[in-house]
């Protein structure tokens, strides 16, 4: 049973996160976005966990209760908080308008299950056909950051990001060794924090999160 | 075509037509239990119908014969569509005359007839509603043709009632393109039927409205023929929606057993569906007529999506 359809599932939960990678790319208020991108992390906590259960690596059963814990729970946690400081709930600014935003995010998916076709055909895991799936999810979070004004939304395309590398290792090659998994998921962790005091220093300066205004900060 | 599919055909067609208002008054009902209204009664769309074919019919001056013969025409292609789409059972006499193509096309007849209708008269009104379904339809159906090609592609055939026995009869396989285009046909049919998040399907006097903007000239039975095959629309599109996914319960051709016990499991289905339609017009609001290319591009884009899924993880 298991054998049979886990395969199937895993493959439905990947196209979840690509659906919930697009809703991201189209969302226009900060709380959704959030919300939105906690979801990505349960389905990614259950696709990992799903791959540890088919292929019995217990490392995965790890990495897979650090993503509940850390992309669940605690990194949307602390940013709820973060915009509950800052008191900016609505974000309608983007440098692009949604539905162009929408179609360079396919021909990007377009892009990735091209390259990625060649790459899984060689990998002989039983989730090689979703490689193209985290790629694109990487690639899309990657044009949220760069199409997004206000540096909350960004902060957020650079966490989804993350998740889709992490499902990209998963797939590929049932995940990376355990210390990196750590590392990584340290960095993560950091760098929000980081992001966090950044955000408030620019808001502080500019009265504004808006990062067009870093653009200013030359002398003349 | 033998007697025992003709009888199969007619049964389902004429099921159809009796079931249509009852769907309109169950989604009404849900809806008026969810805002804490009371309820106007599962049968009202019947009455409303019955009250309409007995008032007389009052026309403009300038009329043409075209806005009396277009209520006619219009159940006419709804109600072929009705007959088209698999409800009870596949491999029915009628399922050869129209694939999913020709199916949505039938109800661009029915648009184009309804939006020249609209438009006869030459009030203001029904001029603007006119234009707007247009905006509407054509950019609702690429969206719709993308669905319905993604389920093709699965089933390697274009007919409705291939789809349904590949989808239903074969053994169960979880089809992740599928859950990309469910999506997308939901808010496809959503703008189709001038539901809320575009249209509000329950006022005759706004100025945002669409639909009822079209048909604010008829009256008396040309207004009851137009509402009941805006109900047969409903249908359709639910039933459409029923069979590309959770096709499973209707019969195959000829398995009498099959169709009999397909009914309750069809009624069932439905009754969740409708609840499922009240839900959604629940939580959303209606949005500006110029944000409805964005929520059509989008589920165009789911659509092109389920497609490329398909050719990834499904091939």
Redesign the interface.
Known sequence: MLQHYGPQVINLLAAILLLLAFAMLSQRRILSLINLFAAQGLVLFLATALVAALTAQSHLYWSAGLTLLLKVLLLPWILHRLIRRLNVKWDVETLINIPTTMLIGIVLVILAFNLAAPISQLAGTVTRSTLGIAMASVLLSFLMMITRSKAVPQVVGFLAMENGLFFAATAAVYGMPMVVELGVALDVLVASLILGVFLFQIRERFDSVDTRHLEKLKEH | MNLAGATAQFTELLLALLLAPLLTGWVNQCRAWLQNRSAPGLLQPYRVLAKLFEKEVVLAHNASPLFRSAPYLIFGCLALAAAIVPTLSTGLPLNAAADAIALVGLLALARFFIALAGMDVGTSFGTLGARREMMVGFLAEPALLMVLFTASLISQSSSLSTIVDALGHREF??Y??M??AG?AFTMVSLAENARIPVDNPATHLELTMIHEAMVLEYSGRHLAMIEWASSLKLFVYSCMGLALFFPFGIAQGGDWLGIVLALPVLVLKLAAGGAALAVIEMMSAKMRIFRA??FL??AF??A??AM??H????A
């Open positions: 396989v979880i992740p393109s859950a990309f999506v290319p964005e591009g989008t884009l789911l092109v999506l490329l899924v050719v990834l993880l499904e």
